[in-house]
């Protein structure tokens, strides 16, 4: 076991840190030690919370935090923040609702840019789910990046799924995407402190009773980080709907999700590099796309080549 | 995926304003850099902290109170002890030039005076990463 591994183990926040960075840069270096880490995985309890940008949900992660840390347990939040598709650069700011966290033993923080993924997440995130997972951390809180497009990958990640929104936006079905209402376990109606709650809260309960396929009644809570309320509310309700997961087939089919999604975007990633890494099959992909733009043969053809060759 | 240089940008002590340090944060992400952003009254310890688990390259520092020779020394003393030798340390704001020596001298590597062209900024990042 390498030093780095065993000192990850031990919850040493420098070696963790240093082991994220170097899974984000998908550095070989971090493989071995991402093998031995794996039998350490399994034992944190994975929230997803979304919902539009400035919602107040990196408010709420603190708040929560606090909460968590009261009832003693160690919380890895990871908050993802969008990536300039034009600089390659990121602009990542869910520390300023978390400073006081900082200097918590208890507790490590991670702003991460999405470098170019869909869907809310960054590649790495499976990766430094298992490193926190790994080095005893509790909970993990991920926190999406709320630009409002289609978030739904958090699925592949979090156990629990929180959807937050805000009261005076207009019908709230509305403005959350179709796809965040069916992944969500929990609703959180935010900045509760402001009027139209009721109005809010209403409006997706009467979405959240047309879901009568799911036997997980979804819950709706109203929070205000302002206020601090509403938080041990929603800290119950997670808890709630960990224990239904374990009580039914939930907590393994979508861990096995997780797993899949996983798996197969290594096979993925390794199929890939072993054809550019390859100095014949590389040749021959530059070769087929030299034929594919004189349109003397077409993508599908020239992948079942490449794909021939391979198996060779 | 290439390393992208990280840099945390904290602004230390009372003063309330940040819009210098807004500035050069949206101008280092331009420049493709990945900036963690932590807002106002900041403590040493917690900058330390930050920057330990953020994993940057570049620490840089925003004041405009005038207590850099406590606040920024403090921040160097904090990366000494707690071994950060890897990290570059940077500062800006209103800094009489006669301090400048001894904040070098403390472990401040560079500082940037009020009107330091941006381009300034990346350029001196982009050569000076320690890693
Ligand atoms: N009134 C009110 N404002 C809040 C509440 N929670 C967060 N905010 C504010 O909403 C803004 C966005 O919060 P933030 O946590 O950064 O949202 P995020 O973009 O979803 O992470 C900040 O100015 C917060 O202070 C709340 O419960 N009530
Ligand atoms: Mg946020």
Known sequence: ?312 | MAKKIRVLIAKPGLDGHDRGAKVVARALRDAGMEVIYTGLHQTAEQIVASAIQEDVDVIGLSLLSGAHMTLFIDVAKLMKTQELTDVLLIGGGIIPQEDIPALKKAGINEIFGPGTPVDDIVCYIQKNVKR
């Open chain 1, 1 to 312: 076991m390498t030093d780095l591994t065993t000192k990850v183990l031990t919850g040493d926040t420098r070696s963790i840190a240093r082991l994220i960075s170097l899974v984000e840069n998908a550095d070989p270096e971090a493989i071995s030690s991402m093998k031995t880490l794996y039998s350490h995985t399994g034992n944190a309890h994975v929230v997803g919370v979304t919902g539009v940008m400035g919602s107040g949900k990196s408010s709420l992660l603190f708040e929560l935090t606090k909460t968590y840390r009261h009832l003693g347990k160690k919380v890895g939040i990871i908050a993802i923040d969008p990536t300039s598709p034009f600089s390659g650069g990121a602009l990542l700011g869910d520390r300023i609702r978390m400073t006081e966290l900082s200097t918590d033993a208890g507790v490590f923080i991670r702003s991460m840019g999405t470098r170019g993924a869909l869907g809310g997440l960054t590649n790495a995130v499976f990766d430094v789910v298992d490193i926190l997972d790994a080095s005893g951390m509790d909970i993990i809180l991920i926190e999406t990046v709320g630009v409002g497009q289609d978030e739904v990958e958090i699925v592949k990640v979090a156990d629990t799924i929180i959807v937050v929104t805000v009261p005076g936006l207009g019908d709230a079905v509305q403005t959350i995407k179709a796809g965040l209402m069916e992944i969500a376990d929990i609703f959180v109606v935010n900045k509760a402190d402001k009027p139209g709650v009721e109005q809010t809260i209403a409006e997706l309960q009467s979405m959240v009773d047309l879901a009568i396929d799911r036997d997980w009644k979804i819950p709706i809570i109203a929070t205000s980080a302002k206020e601090r309320k509403g938080v041990s509310t929603l800290i119950e309700n997670i808890a709630a709907h960990t224990s239904y997961m374990h009580e039914t087939h939930v907590f393994e089919n979508r861990r096995r999700i997780r797993y899949e999604a996983e798996l197969l975007e290594l096979i993925r990633k390794r199929v890939i590099s072993y054809v550019l890494d390859d100095e014949k099959l590389k040749s021959q992909v530059e070769c087929c796309l030299q034929r594919i733009s004189v349109r003397e043969l077409d993508p599908y053809t020239a992948a079942d080549e490449i794909l021939n060759a391979l198996l060779k």
